[in-house]
């Protein structure tokens, strides 16, 4: 089995996290956006990032791979079963994916990616507008939503994979949630960023 992508992508992070907590053994090519490799031009038509191959069998998309490997290698599960659980679990990813990362992209890409790997100039009042303005209903709504250790229920699951992951992208562009509005959720990002296969997962970004 082939990643391709890089994991400075919550995307990519995703995939990462989800083969390292089943215990799946993989190759991973941390190629960008578009890369020039065959094998990754052949499994991403779009040119983004995540894919997957596995044995020849080609799928781009994170959530597309991630129900691929739930289905492939069901232990341990982290797509729940129950109905209520399962449907919260499925939002809560394309929560991270549609409402999180469409505004957080904004203060990474001006703070991180354009002066660290661009050599850009990052325009420093377009990312401190968008945490003034734009994270405020999004964390609000997430500190609503914690009522324990997981998001979903009693176990971890692919909604805390795609929420979280986008909060490594948000302290490499040094924001760090405040602690004493969001207590609920500082706590829960803290703790599962430092689950093993998340750390296993960005210390991947640096191979």
């Known amino acids: 089995m082939i990643v391709y992508g890089t994991s400075v992508s919550p995307y990519v992070r995703k995939v990462l996290v989800s083969l390292f907590e089943k215990g799946v053994s993989f ?3 941390p ?3 578009h890369a020039d490799d065959p094998g990754f031009q052949a499994a991403s038509p779009t040119g983004k990032i995540p894919a997957l191959d596995d044995d020849g069998f080609l799928l781009p998309d994170s959530t597309a ?3 691929y490997i739930e289905a492939k290698h069901p232990e341990p599960a982290l797509i729940p079963a129950e109905a209520k659980a399962r449907g919260r679990a499925v939002w809560f990813d394309k929560y991270g994916d549609t409402e999180l990362f469409p ?3 904004i203060p990474f890409v001006e703070r991180f990616l354009k002066p660290k790997l661009m050599n850009k100039e990052g325009d420093e009042a377009r990312a401190q507008k968008t945490i003034d303005e734009k994270f405020p209903p999004l964390l609000d709504y ?3 939503q914690i009522e324990g250790e997981y998001l979903v ?3 971890f699951s692919i909604a805390d994979i795609a929420v979280a992951t986008n909060f490594h992208n948000l302290r ?6 405040d602690a004493g509005r969001w207590p609920k959720l500082a706590a829960f990002v803290n703790r599962t960023l430092e689950r093993p296969s998340f750390v296993k997962a960005i210390a991947a970004a640096k191979n």
């Open 27 to 29: 190759d991973h090519k």
């Open 31 to 33: 190629v960008p956006f």
């Open 65 to 67: 791979i991630l129900n």
């Open 103 to 105: 505004v957080l992209i």
């Open 142 to 144: 997430l500190e609503s």
């Open 153 to 155: 229920g009693n176990a």
């Open 172 to 177: 490499l562009a040094k924001y760090e949630i």
